[in-house]
């Protein structure tokens, strides 16, 4: 079946705008991640949603950075005011957590983000 | 939370060594360790996966060995081949937490023909 989907695959703005990236995850899955990976480094763990519950926001670097998921499906990340810090891929990923409670994570393609 | 730490950072092998990644984390109560392999430009895929009623598992030339003991695993690869060139994260979930995966650093693997 399909995989999850991320858009657009490459963002390019300027310092100061807003951008919103969209997550499509595997259909069924009840957890969505959201992560950050700069050029060259390790993932940094962003935001994560499991069905109805209140989502893991621990890994927002800060206020600027929000996300939703809606009717438990597609996830938008919004980065308010960009930085050219915050310049990166930005990967999604879903998860069924199943019975096990502990299901592989299956990412997206991610989406470039340039801030010029 | 929890802490994963990976080594080394770098790692050069040549074509038909072993290779060894390892990892230690620091919550006694997880219980699964998936390794992921992400080739340049490309996406995080799993590789190879261990829970903690194990103590190895074995898919081709790819093994995982835990010791739940001194909480730490590690990744071997047999046999490198330069398609095995990428970076690897070793990741732990955490007990008390649903789902969320805690990763290290990663690796970058290189395997010279």
């Known amino acids: 079946g399909a995989g999850v989907s991320q858009s657009p695959s490459n963002k390019v703005t300027e310092k100061g705008k807003d951008v919103e990236l969209r997550c499509d995850p595997i259909?069924?899955?009840?957890?969505l991640y959201w992560y950050r990976q700069s050029l060259g480094q390790g993932l940094e763990f962003l935001i994560y949603?499991?069905?109805?519950?209140?989502?893991?926001k621990s890994g927002l670097p800060s206020d600027r950075f929000s996300a939703e998921r809606t009717g438990g499906s597609v996830s938008t990340l919004t980065i308010q005011r960009t930085q050219q810090e915050d310049s990166a891929v930005y990967l999604c990923?879903?998860?069924?957590?199943?019975?096990?409670?502990?299901?592989?994570?299956?990412f997206g393609p991610g989406t470039r983000l340039t801030v010029l | 939370g929890e802490n994963v730490e990976q080594h080394p950072s770098t790692l050069s092998v040549q074509e038909g060594d072993s290779a060894v990644i390892k990892c230690t984390y620091s919550?006694?109560?997880?219980?699964?360790f998936p390794w992921y392999k992400q080739e340049l430009g490309k996406r995080p895929q799993l590789i190879i996966d261990?829970?903690?009623?194990?103590g190895e598992k074995k898919d081709q030339r790819i093994a995982v060995t835990l010791n739940k003991t001194a909480k730490h695993f590690s990744l071997h690869i047999t046999e490198t081949q330069p398609e095995d060139s990428a970076v690897y994260f070793c990741?732990?979930?955490?007990?008390?937490?649903?789902?969320?995966?805690?990763f290290g650093r990663g690796t970058q693997l290189t395997v010279w023909p």
């Open positions: 990923a879903s998860s069924s957590l199943g019975l096990l409670r502990t299901d592989t994570q299956y």
């Open positions: 259909s069924g899955h009840t957890a």
């Open positions: 949603f499991q069905g109805n519950s209140a989502p893991d």
């Open positions: 919550d006694s109560a997880s219980n699964y």
């Open positions: 261990i829970r903690s009623n194990v």
């Open positions: 990741a732990a979930n955490r007990g008390s937490t649903l789902g969320r995966l805690y």
